[in-house]
């Protein structure tokens, strides 16, 4: 069955002849201005801010707080030959945080050492055992966290009574209660006045390279984009301006090891978009913190020896097929697992909780219910949530701290550790806070829809004005479109497993391919259903020629969904309605009808429609027809003239002619089929030209004459032959039609 995911919100309406004024000088067409439009870019300023992000524009690293004290310390550091420690995250932000860290004091000649905590043995954030160790048996003088820091009280304050300062750069949410470090350089600090609050943490390193070099050094921000990118923070305002740039130099790398990772990824170093940074080199430098020890990835994205730079990046491609095969292990593991209830909580002993969170999100876009998925180690299970729009797992789970170990997250995502006896009980409030904010669990995710496309005017060249507003990501995401009205002229699927589905679609003149991720199993359903689908737009490069591609995000039936399964194997669904022997065998309040025998008779007609008819029919969502036809008097037709004139012939030579024992060979000397002959022989009998006792049919030679068509029995094979030949030949949607006709 074609469902759909999201909640459509389909923007319309027409734009403003200034704005258009506007547009056309810039060589956009109207749907690309109307998202300018749409997303509050509409005067001139803005446009040329919007289209042409430029590094002059960046605001001043010292409206961020702290940032003058933080930079006297460093610079002190380097002065006095003081050992310094870049203490980072296990994720690609914390990666490239710290790179672009390490990169800047590498250039003023400072002795720094970089750190990158372990998921598995050290956490997330500043570890005291870790600040121990460095400070007493590596002599660090000062320490500068990158993407952490401001939830680290305890080994910051150990660190500080010590005499080694810490520096924290950080973009987290910042907790009631801040760390007592020498400086905290925050974009959301309360003392802070810097204008934009949105950077990742390798933005506030990069703020602060750029306060220590005193210069913007461009050729870090390839890491920057990574950064920014993998991070999910708003892609606006001064990220959209290091990301555009970042992207055109990380097309250009001379990185020794991003070379290697995006070649080893498949990289086209031609067409570096955010969608590489999202799809091919942040997953694999996640997959090392996922799986293993982090901190190889600050050698391959600041070291410059190519043998090594290879070795690493083969070993973090190896990592990143590792971990797409133990989630899917899990993810089928899981699948097996999953209730009913309106909350999924599932653990097992046996999996790698670096990828719970992934698979976690994978399970929720299944199921449209939040998920919780637990790795148990002996009594405690550590793991990942994913919840849909509807429920707020931070708000849901924040205030049952005698749950939880540790806990924390934010409205759709949140991790947790907890001891098994706990499960239930968090299960329980789960449920507890869908009832005591009554939430309507079946609400949908909303789908910002930008337009309507016509695909008849769709081009290549349109596709490439869109291409003007990237890059896309959070609060700037790339844009959705409708198309309605459309024919499928081929739909079939594609990909290992064939999970993959891929469409031909035609409107008027023009004939446009789509691609639909996991729906290859709907090849027959969109083959014969009419749909609206939801689509971004791009273009396909194959053998020199670029084509238009939809990249479809989601799909909606048009009425009913017909099925035709006549000539298909195809299994149907447990609880659905069933049509068999002229009565409909289950509810009809089922939202699947499957018409698995077509009526033997008027009266299974009459009452096949009448269930369709039926206010119940409301809810019906999708109907099989299968039509088995046992007796096929389509086949052999209601009988004609000739044949009627043969068989009273033949008969009216037999006083008596045995019905039970010759009546195949009186069928075959007149080849007349079978089937059809019995139906004959009761034609005549109800005519009275006949009589049939005992099984001998005797011939009424003084019958009146009458004309075959005043049988019923006739006239009953003839409507019958007329519903067979719609239920085995004509359209599904003939056939629907026919049904639901008054």
Sequence with gaps: MIQTKYEWMLSEGTLPDEFLKLIKKEKLDTLTGKILYDRGIRDAEKIEHF???????????FLLHDMEKAITRILKAIETNQKILVYGDYDADGMTAA????????????????????RFTDGYGPNLEVYQYFINNEAIDLIITVDNGVAGNEAIAWAQNQGVDVIITDHHAMPDQLPEAYAIVHPEHAES???????????????????????????????????????????????????????KILAQTERAGLQELMQYAGVDFDKVTE??????????????????????AIELLTGWDEDEAHEIAKMIDQKNSERKEIVEEIYQQAVTMLTGDPVEVLYHEDWHKGVLGIVAGRLLEQTHKPVVMLAKEGEILKGSARSIEAFNIFDALNSHHELFIAFGGHKQAAGMTLTLDHVTALK????????????????????????????????VEQIRSLQKLAPYGMDHPKP????????????RSMGKDNSHLKLRLTQGKQQVEAVYFNHGAEALEFEQVDTKLAVNLSTNSWNGNTTVQLMVQDAKAVGIELIDARSQGINFPEKAGVFVQNELKHDIMEDVLVVLEAPTNLAGFSLLKQALQAKAAQNLKMIYFKNQIEDTYYLTGGGNREQFA????AIYQFPEFDVRYKLKS??????????????????FEELDFVTIENGLMSVNKTAEKREISESKIYQELQEIVKMQELFALAPVKEIYQKLIEK
């Design 275 to 296: 969608e590489t940074v999202g799809f091919q080199i942040a997953p694999r430098l996640n997959a090392l913190g996922r799986l293993d020890d982090p901190n190889p």
């Design 193 to 247: 006045t810097y204008p934009f609050k949105f950077l990742a943490g390798v933005g506030v390193a990069f703020k602060v390279a750029c306060a220590l070099l005193e210069y913007v050094p461009r050729e870090m921000l390839d890491l920057v984009a990574i950064g920014t990118i993998a991070d999910m923070v708003s892609l606006t305002d001064e990220n959209r301006i290091l990301v555009a740039h970042g992207l």
């Design 428 to 459: 329980q409030a789960m449920l507890d806070y869908i009832e005591h904010e009554n939430l309507d669990m079946s609400l949908k995710s909303s789908l910002e829809l930008s337009g309507r496309c016509d695909l008849e005017a769709l081009s």
């Design 51 to 61: 289209l042409r992000p430029n590094l002059e524009d960046l605001y001043d690293p």
């Design 646 to 649: 043969k068989l009273y012939k």
């Design 666 to 683: 009186l069928a075959d000397y007149l080849n007349i089929p079978h089937l059809l002959l019995i139906k004959m022989i009761k034609i």
């Design 99 to 118: 790179s672009v860290m390490k990169t800047a004091l590498d250039e003023l000649g400072a002795e720094v050492e970089v750190y990158l905590p372990n």
């Design 480 to 491: 959705y479109f409708l198309v309605e009205n459309y024919k499928v002229v081929q739909s």
